[in-house]
């Protein structure tokens, strides 16, 4: 069968949601990831204006080979990875129909990675991209792309999982979706590290069953050491859902928590605590959003938010404390806005709809919002 996406045509065998169906044993195309796929285009169309050098691209797990093809149609200089000789003669093919160059190779991703330089690597591969982490920063010239889809183990559902692979300890919590991306990107970041390399995150979003991930790299190592002091813990509360950050390499947890004396404190850590994303190149993928993309709408919409939305290392739920509090949850618009007019700093999260963000304790958001009609 041929698909068509972001204004290629492509074949592929098969077409499913690998999130929910597994591998399989077809060479893979999964329609879920077009809005990845999307962003992913227009980030490279925004790097290409704020790094012009950067020509190669690798698409270090290719399947069908779409990501490298819409990847060839932007310009760059493309090759394609597998170890699934099928999927290489699909994605050469499919680089061939499309008629803007590049290789399709029969070669393991972490080999090529260490006896090739790249200027943009992008893994996507089932599950972790662990793995491969080490050879993308230890050779990439500017940018890793990055997408993990074993959200369990990076959000803490699969806490034992989630320490063997990202070195830190997760918790399933509330604001799960960014405890993963968080957890992620600090994997990254202590990975980039060990190589003088600063991975600098300037686009990251968590969306349905996976995180995604654009690291900047800066190869001083006093930078590297600046990102580093960004990585910290995170403290929950179980009881009153009060949460504070301690940006440190090894963890004070509070004894109890200063808002309601309980014990049950939850520690997640170490994770990254600084911006997941730049606002200004946010905008500048936004604007290179087209309306040839199949989730040109989503897409707008998703960076629109990232664009403005804090950088506090967690997101509140505003049903689950309305719940916790005993009281109807009022329009989102009006909620927020009601925490700005108190004085706070609060935005839209981009994680689903009922999520904020904030700079105001759960004791502040209680108190600022206590009068709040549920209609309004």
């Known amino acids: ?97 499309a008629g803007n160059g590049g290789e399709a190779v029969l070669q393991n991703a972490n080999a090529l990675m260490y006896d090739s330089v790249f200027d943009v690597v992008d893994l996507d591969p089932f599950g972790t991209p662990m793995p491969f982490a080490d050879p993308a920063f230890a050779n990439t010239r500017d940018l890793v792309c990055v997408t993990a889809t074993d959200t369990a183990p990076l959000c803490g559902a699969h806490q034992k999982s989630g320490i063997r692979k990202y070195g830190c300890l997760p918790q399933n919590t509330d604001y799960h979706p960014e405890m993963g991306l968080r957890v992620l990107l600090g994997a990254m970041v202590r990975t980039a590290a060990r190589y003088d390399k600063a991975a600098v995150p300037i686009l990251s979003h968590a969306t349905r069953h996976y995180a995604r991930a654009y690291l900047e790299l800066d190869e001083r190592a006093t930078k590297a050491d ?122 839209p999260a981009h994680y689903h709809g009922t999520a904020f963000k904030t700079d105001a304790t759960v004791a502040e958001i209680r108190e600022a919002t206590a009068e709040l009609d549920p209609e309004a």
């Open 226 to 347: 600046e990102l580093l002091e960004s990585t910290g813990f995170v403290y929950h509360c179980e009881d009153c859902l009060h949460r504070e950050a301690e940006y440190a390499l090894v963890a004070h947890p509070p004894a109890t928590c200063p808002n309601c004396d309980s014990t049950r404190i939850l520690e997640a850590g170490p994770i990254w605590l600084g911006p997941v994303s730049e606002p200004e190149f946010v905008e500048a993928v936004r604007d290179e959003v087209t309306d040839d993309f199949g989730t040109a709408k989503r897409a707008r919409k998703l960076l629109d938010t990232l664009a403005v939305e804090l950088d506090t290392p967690t997101h509140f739920d505003q049903h689950r404390l309305c719940k916790l509090w005993g009281r109807s949850a009022s329009k989102m618009e009006t909620f927020i806005e009601t925490l700005r007019d108190a004085g706070f700093d609060a935005t």
């Open 1 to 97: 069968m041929h698909v068509s996406e972001g204004g290629v045509e492509i074949e592929v065998p098969d077409a499913r949601d690998g999130a929910s169906e597994g591998t399989g044993d077809d060479v893979f195309y999964n329609p879920t990831q077009e809005l990845n796929r999307d962003v992913t285009v227009a980030v490279l169309r925004a790097f290409s204006e704020r790094e012009p050098r950067a020509e190669s691209y690798l698409d270090a797990m290719a399947a069908s080979g779409i990501r490298g093809v819409r990847a060839a149609a932007e310009g760059y200089d493309v090759t394609c990875a597998d170890l699934d000789a099928d999927a290489v003669e699909l994605a050469q093919k499919n680089l061939d129909r």
